[in-house]
């Protein structure tokens, strides 16, 4: 009863008017960035992160929360009619849902990859309500060391699942833990690396970075590419369609596509470091090692395009999961959205959702109304997305370049700030272009002060033993679940990149 009595408080704080704005705006903006190739959740949430500021910080993070899996939504819409995905998340949508396109059957993708969507979601949230107080529950006996393994076990997962790139995982993280040391030592009170730079005396803020490599970054990355050249020359026009709606018929045959990728996605978003991208194509997999038309997939299949929707959907609602109750994001993604947290003085962990139990459950119960919306969203804006996507990059890639440097120079009218995103921007160009992760720099950038911070803590209260390590019996559990992590995760990676390789081969 005090789930639901929770819940109850959280959706009368996410339906008071204010919330509600933001959510909708929030859910809007998410479509926009996903919609953009190239561009994905990490780039639209750092982008937009400054336009938060001043608000109030349940609003804010309604408002970012909608951006994130709003932008799985979007990313879609682009896989569908144009056969490139707006991030990698949605790039199992194209196995199925262009040729479905091109068969004339784009109105009837577009509106189940929106309703495939919304039960991945709203499965998410639901299996969120029942699951999160008892993760926050377990977590509540753990103190430093277990907050340091903790951030370890986040870093490492992310590591193993970048693959056959791995060292370069490492590089990129240990990049990340060195830009997390700059500034006074709040112990010692020393200067570590600030070059005599008053800017600097505080470290290098989260925002300049994760703007520069994931928004001018990507950007830089699309116009090497030549997307600028090419345009959106290869849309699909729907408009002139028989039919809009799916048939019963497509409802039907995917019910329990829907029902069983849910589960699937949402228990791979749990896993940190796993994410949306591998809940997605290991649905793909999957769904086509039970289907009875396994001939048909690749060729145009609805259930081809329904299981990895649904499961990127429900993944992202399952990656809130750490992150609220242990603190650890899972992804790129919610690394920024932990940034956001700490920029408002909160601090996801064990107690947070005892002790802000109103933006805790605010957020929640503003997920629900959120995956109504952007299914409405989904279905009747499709023309407005269209034409987004028309917009060619030529246009949009200056637009993104003031956008970015308003953002970042928003924040505290520094000058060096925009520097550092400058300098971000050109460094995350060449990570993409040679195979470093930038998702890995940012998880290490947030994630180091807090591992550093919790080592300290624990070998002070261990007189400097790191055999506090093995005496306590959480620590020990969760280096256990990091061994097998990292042991599982490889053969997860191994199993998703099959399925790629097989559509790719025409199998």
């Known amino acids: 009863m005090d789930i639901f009595s929770d819940l109850l408080m959280g959706l009368a704080i996410a339906v008071t008017p204010i919330n509600l704005i933001y959510l909708l705006i929030g859910a809007a903006l998410g479509m926009v960035v996903g919609v953009i190739p190239g561009f994905g959740p990490s780039a639209g949430l750092a982008i937009l992160l400054p336009m938060t500021f001043g608000m109030e910080p349940t609003s804010a993070i309604v408002m970012l929360a909608a951006i994130y899996y709003g932008a799985m939504y979007g990313g879609t819409i682009t896989s569908i009619l144009l056969n490139t995905p707006g991030e990698s998340a949605t790039v199992a949508s194209t196995f199925d849902g262009f040729p479905l396109a ?12 929106a309703v495939s969507s919304f039960v991945g979601g709203t499965v998410g949230v639901i299996l969120i309500t029942l699951l999160a107080p008892m993760f926050a529950q377990v977590s509540r006996s753990f103190g430093p060391p277990e907050y340091f393994l903790l951030a370890l076990m986040g870093m490492l997962t992310l590591i193993v699942m970048i693959g056959e790139n791995w060292r ?48 001018l970054g990507e950007l830089f990355f699309a116009f090497y590419k030549g997307l600028h050249r090419t345009g959106s020359g290869g849309i699909v026009n729907y408009e002139n369609e028989e039919r809009f709606w ?56 609805m259930a081809g395009l329904v299981a990895p929707e649904t499961a990127n959907n429900a993944a992202s609602s399952g990656a809130m999961i750490p992150l609220l109750t242990l603190g650890i994001p899972g992804s790129a993604s919610t690394a920024v959205l932990l940034a956001a947290f700490l920029m408002w003085g909160l601090r996801p962990g064990p107690l947070f959702m005892e002790q802000n139990p109103e933006l805790a459950w605010g957020l929640i119960a503003s997920m629900y109304l959120g995956n109504i919306a952007l299914l409405a969203i989904s279905i009747f804006a499709i023309p407005l997305f269209v034409q987004i996507i028309k917009v060619p990059y030529r246009i949009l890639g200056p637009t993104v370049v003031v956008v970015c440097a308003l953002g970042t120079f928003s924040v505290n009218a520094s000058f060096v700030e925009l520097y550092i995103m400058i300098t971000a921007g050109i460094v995350g160009f060449f990570m993409r272009l040679y195979g470093f992760s930038a998702a890995a720099l940012v998880l290490a950038l947030v994630l180091g002060p807090l591992a550093e911070e919790a080592l300290r803590q624990t070998l002070a209260i261990s007189r400097g033993s790191f055999s506090i390590f093995i005496e306590r019996p959480a620590s020990l559990w969760i280096i256990g679940v990091t061994i097998v992590l990292v042991v599982f995760l490889p053969l997860l990676n191994r199993f998703s990149s099959k399925a790629d390789a097989a559509k790719k081969s025409g199998i």
């Open 102 to 113: 091109k068969k004339g059957r784009a109105g009837p993708a577009l509106v189940m990859q």
């Open 246 to 301: 799916p048939t019963k018929l497509d409802f039907i045959s995917t019910r329990m596509t829907m029902i069983r990728h849910s589960i699937l996605g949402f228990i791979v978003g749990v896993i940190p470091g796993a994410g949306a991208t591998i809940a997605s194509l290991m649905a793909y997999s999957t769904e086509r090692s039970l289907s009875k038309n396994s001939e048909n997939f690749g060729k145009g299949e």
């Open 168 to 215: 370069l995982g490492i590089i990129s993280a240990l990049i990340g833990f060195a830009l997390g040391t700059v500034g006074v030592d709040l112990e010692t009170g020393q200067g570590r690396y600030t070059f005599g730079s008053a800017e600097l005396i505080g470290g290098i803020y989260f925002i300049p970075i994760a703007i520069g490599l994931f928004g």
